[in-house]
Nanobody, 125 residues
Framework: QLQLVESGGGLVQPGGSLRLSCAAS????????IGWFRQAPGKEREGVSC????????NYGDSVKGRFTISRDTAKKTVYLQMNSLKPEDTAVYYC??????????????????WGQGTQVTVSS
């Protein structure tokens, strides 16, 4: 019933942009924080960004600050991740996840209970 579906990934050149979407269903969307995580080959899962239930608080990993922007649309039950100035090191599978315990957000994967299937982002010339 609870479902998160990521979309918007693809192949982009360095310096380009992508906008990822995380469409939610099966729960009261505005009660919960949503996070974006990524996992690249040879690396552990990394917290990219998160947004609180109200959208009033956002957090970003150091590697993406100033380049990525997270937002949420309550009416559409969708969280977005706008990715600009993409670098090859941004290449990864990107996942969204919901934190069911509180409306606050953090960047630790263990704080999140339900995950989407992931969408591949590849940054290459």
């Amino acid at each position: 019933q609870l479902q998160l579906v990521e979309s918007g990934g693809g192949l982009v050149q360095p310096g380009g942009s992508l906008r990822l979407s995380c469409a939610a269903s099966g729960f009261t969307f505005n009660y919960y924080a949503i996070g974006w995580f990524r996992q690249a080959p040879g690396k552990e899962r990394e917290g990219v960004s998160c947004i609180s239930n109200s959208g009033g608080t956002t957090n970003y990993g150091d590697s993406v600050k100033g380049r990525f922007t997270i937002s949420r649309d309550t009416a559409k039950k969708t969280v977005y991740l706008q990715m600009n100035s993409l670098k090859p090191e941004d290449t990864a599978v990107y996942y969204c996840a919901v934190q069911l315990r509180t409306g606050w957000c953090g960047l630790k994967s263990e704080e999140y209970q339900r995950w989407g299937q992931g969408t591949q982002v590849t940054v290459s010339s």
